[in-house]
């Protein structure tokens, strides 16, 4: 079978399907000699995304794949980044004089102009990163991606009049003609290829000229920040990086290239954005350093290499003479022009994208941290710092329809039921670990709202008056952490559980619950309107702001209302990063960074609460304790209390408490 890509040069000894770049090893290549002899070309990419909230089914990819969709804790996670991160990250590239090549999901510039206008007034380049994250190439064929950059090109020019010249791929997704497909449009540059230092072209079946300009996979705040590292551990590989690639530059070789990307919901976080700052007091510091862009890296290489690298042939005894671009038919199974017959990417809707200005849900509004009203807490304390601690209950053997996070955390690996592990270590958390976490709180005068399941209120009575006794706020949190509401239940079953999990805790208490904190953070598109009927006026599932956001409710389902009684619905944002679930079990981050990730963010969140024109800030921290009330995890949750609380004029109460005050102010 002939493995070759349509059109490219024929195979190549060491080269691998489908043949687009030859191989030309970094001790033996033509020279690349930068402007004013740099040494090292450096571009910084933030990535400025938007992920819809209930995308378009693809057949081969699932954007959310931590529950059905939506899954309100990865968008909100994200739309964070657009509504704070952004602003606070641009604020110190602008300070080190960066200009940026912004890897942007075009459809930005529609749904938050201020943040296309923010990147047009500080003369960023626009690389596009397709239209939204959410929509990937690779399921398309040969009509519907040259349409792709038909309106990636036009999305651009009509909101910036910048000319397209480069992509990083949605979500880094590709087809197999996709080098070809973007040099026909007239692009210049592609960001997909993580297989060198320097520029090196990509062979195209029309003969185009394409150059791959390296992104990077290793240098970037995903990989990096969703494993255990954290802020140091970054700055420390870009500065190690940039030695390397400049001590290197003296070789035969020449100029290297080097990138940092960044995403504004992982760098624009409070307790990282200073770190950005030392990274790039270093980086800009050189004086062979040239920051520059992807295109004028590429334009560049064209310019002055390009032609140099077609030329040189390795001195090796197994080189052979290349072949030039021929038109060679498509490879079997890779009809162009369509999908494979049978293949359902036919089915897949991609088409034009529906911009529209502003949230893609009902819920909320688009508001950039800029652009607000000032909000302050009581006393006008900077920053209000609150705790939800989560009691969750999973079953001996759940309900066959019942579903659950597969990545659910505690214990071993996911074992049939009944997983033992699973089942104690949250036993063990209603056991012990609550009493030394309430301790804790209370001590440092936090106070603290309990999220209770159903199956918990009617299992272990004693625990919930206790609570209550004690002054904690009950949330409601849907049945069990092994019977997530979502999409897949029908609108009536979702009803029966939310009424369900406030029926067992009135029981319990005689106290209805107002505040609401869904069993792993999982919503329907249905819940916020569903909780409103129900009477819930505050809800904890969106990590998407510092600040209090209020939220509609009122005519998104047909026949659903609140009920007079109950006040408009305020979501008070919990802070993801520090969620010990989330940093501890699922990132694995060692215990002094999680403690430097809460310390970190209530200092820059309190500093920025003081001096920002938007206001005071909310840090709601989000406890287990199975797992934060462990007895070798206590010190160090009490040491980050201790830092937090000294930092002065701190407001700290119940959810329903702040959602009272936020609600008198953002109405």
């Not at 690389?127 to 792709?148: K, L, W």
């Amino acid at each position: 079978m002939n493995d070759t890509a349509p059109g490219l040069i024929a195979p190549l000894p060491g080269s691998l399907a489908p043949h687009r770049v030859r191989y030309l090893p970094i001790t033996d290549r033509p020279r690349i000699r930068w402007p004013n002899d740099a040494r090292v070309a450096l571009w910084i990419a933030p990535n400025v995304e938007h992920y819809e909230f209930l995308p378009p089914r693809d057949p081969q990819r699932n954007t959310w794949t931590r529950s059905p969709h939506p899954d309100v804790q990865g968008y909100g996670y994200r739309d964070y980044g657009n509504r704070v991160g952004f602003w606070r990250m641009a604020e110190v590239l602008d300070r080190f004089g960066v200009v940026a090549t912004a890897s942007t999901n075009l459809a930005v510039f529609d749904h938050y102009p201020e943040v296309g206008a923010a990147m047009v007034e500080r003369g960023w380049e626009i690389m596009s990163h397709g239209i939204y994250n959410t929509r990937y190439i690779s399921s398309i064929d040969e009509t519907a991606e040259r349409a792709f950059y038909i309106e990636c090109i036009e999305a651009l020019r009509s909101h910036t009049g910048q000319q397209l010249r480069g992509m990083l791929g949605p979500a880094v997704s590709n087809t197999v003609l996709t080098p070809d497909l973007m040099a026909e449009a007239g692009l210049i540059y592609h960001a997909d290829w993580f297989h060198d230092d320097q520029p090196v072209p990509l062979a195209t079946r029309s003969g185009q000229q394409l150059v791959s300009v390296p992104y990077s996979m290793e240098l970037n705040d995903v990989p990096v920040f969703t494993q255990h590292f954290d802020t140091s551990e970054f700055v420390a590989m870009a500065k190690a990086q940039l030695d390397v690639l400049r001590r290197e530059a003296d070789d035969d070789a020449g100029g290297r290239v080097m990138c940092v990307a960044l995403h504004p919901y992982l760098m624009g976080m409070p307790h990282r954005v200073d770190g950005l700052a030392a990274m790039l007091d270093y980086l800009m510091s050189h004086d062979d350093v040239w920051q520059t862009t992807a295109s004028q890296i590429a334009q560049h290489f064209l310019d002055h290499h390009y032609d140099n690298f077609i030329a040189h042939e390795p001195e090796s005894p197994n080189a052979r003479p290349k072949v030039a671009s021929t038109g060679i038919a498509s490879p079997a199974g890779h009809a162009q022009g369509s999908a494979v017959a049978g293949d359902p990417a036919q089915a897949y809707e991609f088409g034009p994208a529906q911009h529209q200005h502003g949230m893609d849900h009902p819920y909320y509004d688009w508001s950039p941290l800029p652009s607000r009203p000032r909000f302050e807490w009581p006393d006008r304390s900077p920053l209000a710092v609150g705790a939800v601690v989560v009691l969750e209950h999973v079953e001996w053997e759940p309900p066959s329809d019942a579903y659950s996070l597969r990545r659910r955390s505690g214990g071993l690996a996911r074992l049939p039921a009944p997983d033992y592990p699973q089942l104690t270590i949250r036993e063990y958390g209603h056991r012990v670990g609550i009493f030394r976490l309430l301790d804790l709180l209370d001590r440092h005068g936090i106070a603290a709202t309990v999220a209770v399941d159903a199956l918990t209120a009617e299992h272990y009575g004693w625990l919930v008056s206790h609570l209550a006794e004690r002054g904690c706020e009950i949330a409601g949190r849907g049945i069990a952490a092994t019977r997530l509401i979502t999409s897949k239940n029908s609108e009536t079953e979702e009803r029966d559980a939310i009424a369900r999990s406030l029926d067992a805790i009135e029981s319990a208490t005689g106290l209805r619950p107002t505040t609401w904190f869904s069993a792993e953070g999982v919503e329907s598109f249905r819940t916020p309107a569903l909780l409103a009927e129900a009477g819930i006026d505050t809800v904890l599932d969106w990590p998407n702001d510092e600040q209090p956001v209020l939220m509609a409710t009122e005519g998104v389902l047909a026949g659903v209302g609140r009920p007079d009684a109950t006040p408009p619905m305020v979501s008070l944002p919990l802070f993801l990063e520090a969620d010990d679930e989330f940093a501890l079990w699922h990132r694995r981050v060692p215990l002094d960074g999680w403690r430097e990730i809460v310390t970190g963010a209530a200092a820059r969140m309190h500093r920025d609460g003081a001096e920002h024109p938007a206001g005071s800030r909310l840090l709601m921290l989000t406890l287990r304790p199975w797992l934060a009330g462990q007895p070798f995890r206590v010190p160090t949750l009490d040491t980050a209390l201790a830092q937090v609380m000294a930092l002065g004029n701190i407001h700290t109460a119940t959810a329903s408490e702040l959602a009272v005050h936020a609600r008198s102010t953002l109405r």
